[in-house]
């Protein structure tokens, strides 16, 4: 590749590059790829990041080397960040578990200005789907050396929350700045301030969500959040084994908190990603009605819910089995 220096800078080491307009034919998974992706199976993570994923093709090539190897559990977030990717979003997002909005890359091959209206767009998406969405690159850029943001930042992740991302991420500014621990506290502190903002705004109030005649998990949880807001109930429990049910509730963008109960640790683990989820792990119930006490009892003792206080709860019959969400009920916690 020769490269023309039209307005000088510095170049710093370990710096990719970017051929905006010109697509790059090869393999996704190369050889590092492939020993990176092993010892991640060998490790048990819950997610893996899927950098510069172009089409639906790469995220496919992923999940297909990630279950041949025993990583089936393993959760794809797939990685937005080239004018290709931009492009077959939607093909990219039906089979991720999840995506990451990189700003930083993305904003070399696409025109700055379009940069916000991409951003919105791919998290309305995203939380459309029920996928998780992460809005990452730049946030909190000034403190890697400063101690604290500007107001421009403070604006940038604050609208993020509002626009209804399920986390916001720091790069630079923990891996290689000055204070890394108190960039963590002061986004955190902006991000908690944003959604007591965005419930007072009612921000979350009319987002809509896509609807499939034909998921009943999708229905029962729609109807979940619709009667927690009816009868102003204070949580709603989401009994769950693997997940989903908790992420098909998490996607309506409820005011209640979500406690997920779920026997699985890698589940419990995951779902700290999911917007409005507070996992915890719970054991294998042979009844239903054991099965809403236990729920009921577990959310008492993380603090989420106590006497008095009206849950909304979602399971499924038979027990202890995936994608079998049936179940609503309404209690009083005792």
Partial sequence: VHTVVE??????????????????????????????????????????????????????????????????????ISKIENIEGVQNFDEILKHSDGIMVARGDMGVEIEFEKLPGIQKRFIRKCYRSGKVVITATQMLESMIHSATPTRAEITDVANAVFDGTSAVMLSGETAAGDHPALVVRTMAKIAEQAECDAFEMDAYRNLSCDIDETDLTNAICDAAVTTARDLHAEIIIA???????????????????????????????????????????SLYQSDTETLFLHAIDCAKQVGLAKAGDRAVITAGVPLNLSGTTNLLKVQTVD
Avoid at 23 to 47: H, N, Q, R, S, T
Avoid at 254 to 268: G, N, S
């Fill in 7 to 76: 307005i000088g800078g510095v170049v710093s080491d370990r710096k990719s590059i970017n051929l905006p307009n010109h697509p790059i034919e090869m393999p996704y998974i190369g050889e590092k790829d492939e020993a990176d992706l092993l010892f991640a199976v060998k490790e048990k993570v819950d997610f893996v990041a899927a950098s510069f994923v172009r089409r639906k093709e790469d995220v496919i090539a992923l999940r297909n080397f990630l279950n041949y190897h025993g990583g089936h559990s393993i959760r794809i």
């Fill in 239 to 281: 009994v769950t084994k693997s997940g989903a049910t908790a992420r098909r509730v998490s996607k309506f963008r409820p005011h209640e908190v979500i406690l997920a109960a779920t026997p699985e640790e890698k589940t419990f683990h995951q779902l700290a990603l999911s917007w409005g989820v507070f996992p915890v792990l």
